[in-house]
């Protein structure tokens, strides 16, 4: 068994909720306890946003690739790691940092672009430059937003409830 938590520690991650598993992903312990790491969930992947992590176990990576939820990673594995593909994947989304470039006066709209789901929007008031809004009820957490942005503003996590 692994214990993602000492593990983080180690290796100076201190962010408990950075990893991010494939979709329908059991919840962390559960999930390395029964992942025996075979890699066929990452050799699956259309888009190749899974790869291999911390452990050896599968990692989403969404400066690869965004997911499209396809089911072949769970469809695959030989391991009770993951819940029906009929249910929500995940409950990850999108959030804005204040790095983006729209906040230092820069016109960009990469991430609105790129979202297939129309989940960013661009705020327009009179003499300010747009800025990015996303809207949690429509963003999936695929992702597609988050290796479209120049400067790595996005951050993919569960929303602040």
Not at 135 to 146: D, E, F, L, R, Y
Request: glycine residues 6%; proline residues 8%; charged residues 15%.
């Amino acid at each position: 068994m692994v214990d993602s938590f000492r593990r983080r520690l180690f290796s100076g991650s201190s962010k408990a909720g950075s990893i991010i598993r494939p979709p329908w992903s059991l919840p962390e312990t559960k999930f390395t306890d029964h992942c025996s790491r075979c890699n066929k969930c990452i050799e699956s992947c259309e888009t190749s946003v899974l790869i291999i992590g911390d452990g050896g176990f599968p990692a989403i990576n969404f400066q690869r690739a965004e997911c499209t939820f396809c089911g072949k990673c769970a469809e695959v594995c030989p391991e009770p790691v993951f819940e029906s593909t009929t249910l929500p994947p995940w409950q990850i989304v999108a959030s804005i940092k204040p790095t983006c470039l729209t906040y230092q006066g820069v016109a960009c709209q990469s991430c609105k672009d790129f979202c297939g789901e129309s989940a960013i929007a661009f705020s327009h008031k009179v003499g300010e430059m747009p800025h990015p809004l996303v809207n949690i009820s429509q963003c999936t957490g695929c992702g597609a937003c988050v290796s479209a942005c120049p400067v790595s503003a996005i951050n993919i996590s569960i929303p602040n409830t």
